[in-house]
């Protein structure tokens, strides 16, 4: 499997494990993978689905490969996605694969498409013409706990009774429960050995975006929010909007929003027939999906800094952060943080460097929690807090050099959290702020040695 610690992928495979499967993982990032508790019970394959070496060791003695991939993390997605699925598609081939499932989404009617919408088509697409027999399933929103989708209309269904909502959402989908996508994932392994296409999947109903933010908070248990429609609303502004009043990063609520610029309604059956009961109806995979989440969603503050320096140089800068070097923040600023925190009982504003960044060591008050080399560091604060505050700092690839990401999330603890954070928040965005410019200059000014 490919993606398996994604949101679809890690809740499919337990049930594969579970109907007596076995599974191999391709994962570039074993941490995460470690962190599921079903990792001893899978085959780990180190790599990226890029790499089409990575892809032949992942796909050499199964009988099929489910392709659970899609990048939307920043500019490029695209192209990282088409690399992605050529490699796959060559490594199954050469592997003798007898399928390739791949999960994609529905597309509009007719000629016209978002540049996420038109990404899934062309991976799906690449795969169906890799000579080996493929199933590409399409699904419009998918309904539950921890989707990003979903997660934005929840979010969305909660935060105030007058909800201004470009005027695209009242464009028209077919939403479906993350039980029913598992259900169809799965039977693929049970369909005649050459089917080979493309099928759409859904629920029961077809919905306005409006009617699912009004749905959802009616379900709830909240007031139906009454949903103004914004013309011409911007693309981008309407992504940073969303961004600041749900947990979504920018960078996924701006394709979906873009996708929603069409009608996404399911035309044929899907390939192994519904499931037992029927398609799951909007209502009760909202139902399901609110008893599943977590009552205290994470708040969220996010900064983005172009820097004039290529991505090496940003991710030099961030590599060697903490310890001697400290943080690039206003002098004194930790300091007078961690001595309240002592007083506390608190670790404090310790100097701690690992000599290598990697996944459960300590980095001054933080605990690395994720690395991606050159692209990614995620930190957990363990000062005391009324809540669970973690750190992203973000590489990614600009024109005329790169972009800093810092992004910090807080999962309060009740009221005090939630009065901790709003508290806080103005002398926050200053300090974090003055982080990522200065980072930014220092990048600007580290040496390169040439390849």
């Known amino acids: 499997m490919i993606g398996a610690t994604g949101y679809v992928g890690g809740r499919l495979v337990p049930r594969l494990l579970d109907g007596g499967h076995e599974v191999r993982c391709l994962v570039r990032d074993a941490g995460r993978l470690a962190r599921r508790d079903w ?94 027999p493929t199933v590409v399933l399409q699904a419009g929103i998918v309904v539950g706990a921890g989707s990003a989708s979903f997660e934005m209309i929840r979010r969305l269904a909660a935060v105030a009774p007058v909800l201004p909502m470009p005027d695209r959402a009242w464009n028209r989908t077919q939403p479906i429960a993350v039980d029913d996508v598992l259900h169809h994932l799965v039977g693929c392994l049970s369909l005649p050995e050459r089917t080979h296409g493309l099928f759409d999947i859904g629920g029961p109903e077809v919905l306005t975006y409006a009617e699912m933010v009004g749905r959802c908070a009616e379900i709830a248990g909240r007031p139906r929010p009454l949903v103004l429609p914004v013309p011409g609303a911007a693309p981008r502004l309407t992504a940073r909007a969303v961004a600041a009043l749900t947990s979504v990063d920018r960078f996924l609520a701006g394709p ?21 009961g029927g398609p799951t109806s909007y209502a009760d995979a909202v139902r399901a999906a609110l008893a599943a989440a977590t009552p205290d969603e994470p708040l969220v503050s996010e900064h983005v800094e172009r820097v004039a320096a290529p991505p090496a140089a940003l991710w030099a800068v961030i590599a060697g952060l903490g310890g001697d070097t400290g943080w690039y923040t206003l002098p004194g600023a930790w300091a007078l943080r961690g001595a309240f925190d002592r007083l506390l009982g608190g670790v404090g504003a310790r100097r701690t460097r690992p000599e290598q960044l990697a996944p459960g060591a300590a980095l001054d008050w933080w605990r690395i929690e994720e690395v991606e080399p050159g692209r990614t560091l995620a930190l957990r604060a363990e000062m005391r807090l009324p809540g669970t505050a973690r750190l992203e700092l973000r590489v990614e690839p600009a024109a005329g050099g790169s972009r800093l990401v810092q992004r910090v999330t807080f999962r309060p603890h009740g009221a005090a959290g939630r009065a901790y954070w709003y508290a806080q928040l103005p002398a926050h965005r200053f300090v974090f702020g003055v982080t990522a410019r200065t980072i930014a200059g220092v990048a600007a000014r580290v040496p390169l040695t040439p390849a």
């Open 39 to 132: 990792a001893d019970r899978v085959e780990p394959v180190h790599g990226d689905a890029t790499d089409t070496g990575a892809a032949v060791t992942a796909c050499r003695d199964v009988d099929a490969v489910f392709h659970l991939v899609h990048s939307m993390d920043g500019p490029g997605f695209a192209e990282r996605d088409r690399v992605a699925a050529s490699a796959v598609a060559t490594a199954a081939r050469a592997a003798g694969v007898r399928r390739i499932v791949y999960l994609g989404g529905l597309q509009p009617a007719g000629a016209g498409s978002s540049e996420h919408l038109a990404s899934r088509r062309e991976v799906g697409e690449l795969l169906l013409a890799s000579g080996v």
């Open 256 to 276: 979906l929003l873009a996708s929603m610029a069409h009608d996404l309604v399911c035309r044929g059956e899907p390939p192994a027939g519904p499931p037992p």
